[in-house]
């Protein structure tokens, strides 16, 4: 599916019915790396799993984007799906983005999962890996 958040175009995975579980990528992946979760969970849960800006299907624009960006474009996305508090996974810069989501928007979140993550900041080097471009 396809919605704008925050003015970019980007795709993500809705389905199933029950508490919501929104899923979040990694660096340099998409949402297609939770599909074996989508599919373990749909039965009972929702599971939504966005395309992060610049990933997967989702629109590219130039220029860094800050893990607070990626957690605004998380809470447009929550409140135009009416989800009410989420349960938010994270793995690895998906962790990054789910911290900076629980910090700006903790009514939004009724769990948090940390996935092959850290709490710190990165070097500068990892940092400015992220910020090099990358095929899809």
């Known amino acids: 599916m396809k919605t704008t958040l925050n003015g970019v175009e980007q795709n993500y995975i809705d389905a199933g019915q029950g508490v919501p579980l929104v899923f979040v990528h990694g660096f340099p992946l998409s949402s297609a ?29 130039p220029g860094a984007v800050a893990m607070a960006q990626y957690a605004s474009d ?3 996305l929550i409140t135009q799906l009416g989800l009410g508090p989420v349960v938010l996974v994270g793995h690895s810069m998906g962790g990054y983005i789910a911290l900076a989501f629980a910090r700006e928007f903790p009514a939004l979140l009724r769990g948090l999962v940390l996935v ?7 070097t500068v080097e990892v940092a400015a890996g992220r910020r090099t471009p990358q095929n899809k």
């Open 116 to 122: 092959g993550t850290k709490a710190g900041n990165d």
């Open 33 to 61: 790396a939770w599909q074996k979760q989508i599919d373990a969970f749909q039965s009972t849960h929702r599971v939504v799993a966005l395309d992060l800006r610049g990933f997967g299907g989702s629109e590219a624009r």
């Open 74 to 76: 998380l809470r447009e």
